[in-house]
């Protein structure tokens, strides 16, 4: 979440008028995250979201996000959910941006996961791979191989401004990953960015998931690999083998990876820590100074790329693997 577009107290108030949410009594700006511009509206019924898309967000795919939280939301994953106007609608339009209303969902994210929170996470997103399983809407995934060509080649010219010898080596991984990127594992909806943020505790129970918009059919192992990433990290950079069993335990006793899956683990975890490491980078590159916005520093996912380069064995990550 984050805020690019700036919005006034009368237009928010017009907008407003289309729900069914009483009548507003504050609002302020969110700036995590690093996609649409978000505010916390507080009404005199409910609190809600305010979700703006940005440019990057394609309006056309506003009905596979939406939809799909109705969807999850239906099959009893705890998700927030897009409220509709009076006219039936999901979204409407705000300061020149397409723009939704979503409900607030209690909780909040964990700074400091435990393993055992790492374990109901893992569990979570085999819930929402297996509740998706009959969503009719496709999205292909805009930022898989083709799509981290196209990120490399805006942001390759400057990338040794970021680090000495950063152009080589990234040139050579996406090469690497062009002729080694599996192509046959089960595949359905992912959330593929279920990072911290994005997951909501109460206590120290998991609550819901939030944030869709970069949702897409892709293999399902790699959005276990994504999660690895997020979640299985020290600050130091180390990979915390007993977060990493947690979540794979947690995942598989909902939803067991197949041998297939298993042995592309690593290669997967390789190509998310890519993908997150090139987003960052391109973010770090071309955000405008004055946006409500914390960007996220690219090193970080290129040194758990170089970690992931050295993985021998799925076991490594805590899984089980059968002798």
Request: glycine content about 8%; hydrophobic content about 45%; overall charge negative.
């Amino acid at each position: 979440m984050a805020v690019y577009t700036d919005i006034t107290e009368g237009e928010l108030r017009d907008f407003l008028t289309q729900y069914d949410v009483g009548e507003l009594t504050s609002y302020k700006g969110i700036a995590e995250g690093v996609e649409n511009s978000n505010f916390l509206l507080h009404t005199t019924k409910d609190p809600l979201i305010l979700t703006l898309y940005e440019k990057r967000v394609d309006a056309g795919d506003l009905p596979f996000f939406l939809g799909l939280m109705q969807h999850l939301a239906e099959r009893g994953l705890s998700c927030p959910l897009p409220l509709p106007r009076h006219d039936g609608k999901l979204t409407g339009e705000l300061s020149g941006r397409p723009a939704a209303l979503i409900s607030f969902l209690e909780g909040m994210w964990l700074r400091k996961p435990e393993a055992a929170h790492c374990g109901q996470v893992g569990q979570a997103l085999a819930q929402l791979h297996l509740a998706a399983q009959d969503f009719a809407i496709r999205r292909p995934n805009a930022l898989s191989l083709d799509g981290w060509v196209e990120l490399w080649a805006k942001a390759a010219p400057r990338a040794d401004e970021v680090l000495e010898g950063l152009e080589a080596e990234i040139a050579e991984e996406l090469d690497y990953l062009s002729g080694h990127w599996p192509k046959a594992l089960p595949t359905g909806v992912i959330h593929a960015d279920l990072f911290q943020d994005n997951v909501f505790f109460l206590g120290d129970t998991l609550s819901g998931l939030i944030d869709f918009y970069f949702a897409c059919n892709d293999m399902l192992a790699y959005d276990v690999a994504i999660c690895l990433n997020a979640w299985c990290f020290q600050p130091d950079g180390s990979y915390n083998f007993a977060k990493g069993a947690a979540m794979l335990a947690g995942y598989q006793s909902v939803r067991p990876l197949s041998e297939a899956e298993t042995a592309a683990l690593p290669i997967l975890a390789r190509g998310s820590a890519l993908r997150f490491f090139l987003t960052r980078l391109y973010d770090w590159l071309t955000t405008p100074e004055g946006a409500l916005v914390v960007k996220k520093d690219p090193l970080e996912y290129l040194r758990k790329l170089r970690f992931h380069r050295a993985i021998v064995s799925p076991s490594e990550y805590g899984l089980e693997v059968p002798a």
